[in-house]
């Protein structure tokens, strides 16, 4: 069983950032794109490289189910005030698995004031409470665009890949894959993000 929570950013977000990952596929909604947009293989990079890693993949897993157990909020909120991340990404892998969930995440933002998250996700089936979330002062919520879903249509700022036509007609800043020489600009501002596909 994992002992933490909480995973601690990689070398391209810095130590600042702390994540929290569920299974991917089982708790999203793939598009073709997403499973096999990389010629013939996975384009969504949490199908790929380090996340398929037995102990990763059993990590998510677990997480997953802790995540369903009514002490979750507590747990995380303990951990949170214990590391006291700047910054929090809410799914590198995985996404909102259903309403329920959702309100866990908005009381855990709630009771972390000074930290502030973000995460993306394509389950518009829950449009409703994820743009609640969206709508406390410390947590970004972005819907996540791809060559099948071009339009954002949950009443959320975007993330694309920049060859989306989308990228060009709106305002959109532009990742630099490096979080702290980007100054963390997308938990700082609500606003769209595009990036290159890798
Ligand atoms: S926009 Fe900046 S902070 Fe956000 S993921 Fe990209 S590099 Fe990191």
Known sequence: MVKNL??????KMGPSV??????????????????????????????????????????AKERF???????FVD???KEIHRASPKYFRFHSSGDFYNAKYVGKVIEIAKACPDTLFRT??????LSDSIKELNQLPNFIVRESL???RK????????????????????????CLDDCPKCGYYCWEHSCNVDFDEH
């Not at 189910?65 to 002490?71: G, P």
Request: charged share 25%.
């Open 6 to 11: 909480l995973i601690k950013g990689n070398s």
């Open 18 to 59: 702390n994540l929290f990952n569920l299974p991917s596929k089982k708790t999203c909604t793939p598009t073709k794109w997403c499973l096999e947009g990389m010629n013939g293989k996975p384009a969504c990079y949490a199908l790929r490289n380090n996340f398929l890693f037995l102990n990763v993949i059993q990590g």
């Open 65 to 71: 189910e802790l995540s369903k157990q009514e002490d």
């Open 75 to 77: 747990r995380m909120v």
């Open 120 to 125: 993306t996700t394509r389950r518009r089936d």
């Open 146 to 148: 791809d060559s099948e």
């Open 151 to 174: 339009i954002p249509k949950m009443g959320l700022p975007f993330a694309a890949l920049n060859g989306l036509p989308i990228v060009s007609e709106s305002d959109s800043y532009h």
